[in-house]
Each structure stands twice: as C-alpha cells, then as structure tokens.
T-cell receptor
C-alpha cells in the first residue's frame, strides 16, 4: 500500500519567508511524528500527534515552528520567518499506534537563503 | 535526558568481511530500532528489539539487545556492496519519541 508521502520534496525560501510542509501519513495510522534532520546527523524529534491532538511539542526549536493535524490525518508543519539555521530535512513518520514502528516519509529538504 | 551513541561513525569494509556496529543508550527503554538510510532517501525500518536478549536476523544483518548493559549491536556478515548506507539506531523514550544515534556510515568496497 501507499507509504508516508510529503510535499514539497524540496523548498528554497528566502530568509524571513513563511513555509508550510505537508505530510500524508499511511491511511489508518493514528500517530504522526515530525523530525528534523541536519546534514550528517540523525533525526531529532520535533512534535507528535495522536489523531488530531498534539500531545508533545517539546522538540520545536522556537515559537516560529507550528504544527497541526486538524482532522487527524494530514499534518502541516509551518515555519514562520525562516532563518538560515532552519535549513534541514524535515521528516514525517506515522505509526499504527503510539508504540508501533514508525514509518518515515521521503522528507522535505528545506534550504533557507 | 536520553542520549544515544553509536560507533563507529564511519566504517569502510571489504566485501566478504564481518563487522559490528555498536549502539549505547543512557536510560532504560523498552524498544530499540535500527533504520537504514540511503543517500538522499528516507529511513527504512530494519529491526525492532523489544526485550533483553532479543535477537533478530534478516539476510546478512543481525541485531541484538542487552537492556542491562543498554547496548545494541548490528552485526554484518559477509558484507556486500548493496549494504552500503548509513545505519541509525533509535531508542524509544516517553510517548514513543525516538532519540537517534549519530549514525554509522557504512561503505563496502570491492
């Protein structure tokens, strides 16, 4: 079946611009996670949802980062007033239930100039 | 705070050789994962280890878990070029947040 999909795959933004990154989880997956992966590093947790509820946003680096999942399916990660240090790959993962294996999407590579 | 360390960070090995990647973590966890990442691609789930002494094998890869030592290993047997990738271990913390190691970049040469 279809895996996790993300769009856009690549995004170039000028510093100060707002961006929105979309994640379509595997159908029926209750849990959805966002991670940030800097070049040459492992992914780092940003936030997660159980259905539409955002239960943990402790990894969001600043209040410029905002995530939502209003209907418990598609999720959007929004970054306001982007900075150069926001350049990274943003990975979305979903799992059937909270303690099950997380399946990752292809990521959105964000470059802030 | 959960910390995960992997070593080595980079591994160059010849085809046909065996080697082991190590993953140490700092606090108790009930789940440890191994993922593979090819350049420019996302992460592919390889193994999930749930209990002390757990061992899982798939092809030339075998993963094990020692929860008392807080150590997991990924053993590569008779490496082939197709195994070249970056391998991450990830430990589940509260609410299944994964904390990843820095990754081991494996290069298998002819």
């Amino acid at each position: 079946g279809a895996g996790v999909s993300q769009s856009p795959r690549y995004k170039v933004a000028k510093r100060g611009q707002d961006v929105a990154l979309r994640c379509d989880p595997i159908s029926g997956h209750v849990s959805l996670f966002w991670y940030q992966q800097a070049l040459g590093q492992g992914p780092e947790f940003l936030t997660y949802f159980q259905n539409e509820a955002q239960l943990d946003k402790s990894g969001l680096p600043s209040d410029r980062f905002f995530a939502e999942r209003p209907e418990g399916s598609v999720s959007t990660l929004k970054i306001q007033r982007t900075q150069q240090e926001d350049s990274a790959v943003y990975l979305c993962a979903s799992s059937l239930q909270i303690e099950e294996t997380q399946y990752f999407g292809p990521g959105t590579r964000l470059l802030v100039l | 705070e959960l910390k995960v360390e992997q070593n080595p960070l980079f591994l160059s090995m010849q085809e046909g050789k065996n080697y082991t990647i190590y993953c140490n973590y700092s606090t108790t966890s009930d789940r440890l994962y191994w993922y593979r990442q090819d350049p420019g691609k996302s992460l592919e789930s390889l193994f999930v280890l749930l209990s002390n002494g757990a061992v899982k094998q798939e092809g030339r890869l075998m993963a094990s878990l020692d929860t008392k030592a807080r150590l997991s290993t990924l053993h590569i047997t008779a490496a082939v070029h197709d195994l070249s990738a970056t391998y991450f271990c990830a430990v589940a913390g509260t609410a299944s947040k994964l904390t990843f190691g820095t990754g081991t970049r494996l290069q298998v040469t002819l």
